[in-house]
């Protein structure tokens, strides 16, 4: 029984108590410590996954070494590599968790199962799919158009506890700019926010 999740199922949808608790009872509960793996590029994500608390990063190693990271997952949202799941490929991705953190599995079997069998389940996955798009496509024009100090300013209004939650280069790593560059970025904010303050 896994009650966080079956919280949240009820208020996203009118499901009935007992296929709430049907769906929770297919999936495995895993803990992840930070920066722990759970998927790695090359793998096949053969899991759907739901946080049940922490957050997790999907993310590309470029040549350099650095990370360029696709999304945060934070409590309460699902995650995958859609590409690697859907047509069970290895993926190009990895997905680790940014802190400690508690995931739902699904097997794939299973979770397309569930949304076979049961229609508003697979009304709520076509909205949240629908969803990441649009907030992917919003991401993709800031960052093609957005100069370092906008992406930055978009990333603060809307994830504002994220900074305190993750190391700075992962905030560089998602808006796609260099460590230095975010750090003249902050220290640039920092003394506006002191010249304004002293005023």
């Not at 090359?42 to 957050?55: L, N, S, T």
Request: proline content about 4%.
């Amino acid at each position: 029984m896994h009650t966080d999740f079956e919280h949240y199922l009820a208020k996203q949808t009118t499901l009935p108590a007992e296929t709430i608790r049907y769906i929770s009872g297919l999936a495995v509960l895993r803990g992840l410590h930070k920066n722990e793996a759970l998927l790695n590029a090359g793998e096949i994500c053969r899991h759907k996954i739901f946080v049940i608390k922490g957050m997790l990063r999907t993310y590309h190693i470029r040549p350099d070494g650095n990370e360029h990271i696709l999304q945060f997952s934070p409590q309460h949202t699902w995650t995958l590599d859609v590409e690697s799941y859907d047509r069970q490929v290895p993926s190009l991705v990895n997905i680790a968790a940014v802190e400690r953190s508690e995931v739902l599995l699904w097997k794939k079997s299973d979770f397309d199962s569930l949304l076979r069998n049961i229609p508003e389940l697979k009304s709520l996955s076509e909205r949240l799919i629908s969803r990441n798009i649009y907030s992917s496509r919003n991401r993709i024009l800031t960052i093609l158009s957005g100069t370092p100090e906008e992406r930055y300013a978009d990333f603060v209004r809307a994830f504002p506890d994220y900074l305190s939650r993750m190391p700075l280069r992962m905030v560089a790593g998602y808006l796609g700019i260099s460590l230095k560059t975010l750090t003249r970025i902050r220290h640039a904010q920092l003394r506006r926010e002191a010249g304004i303050m002293d005023k």
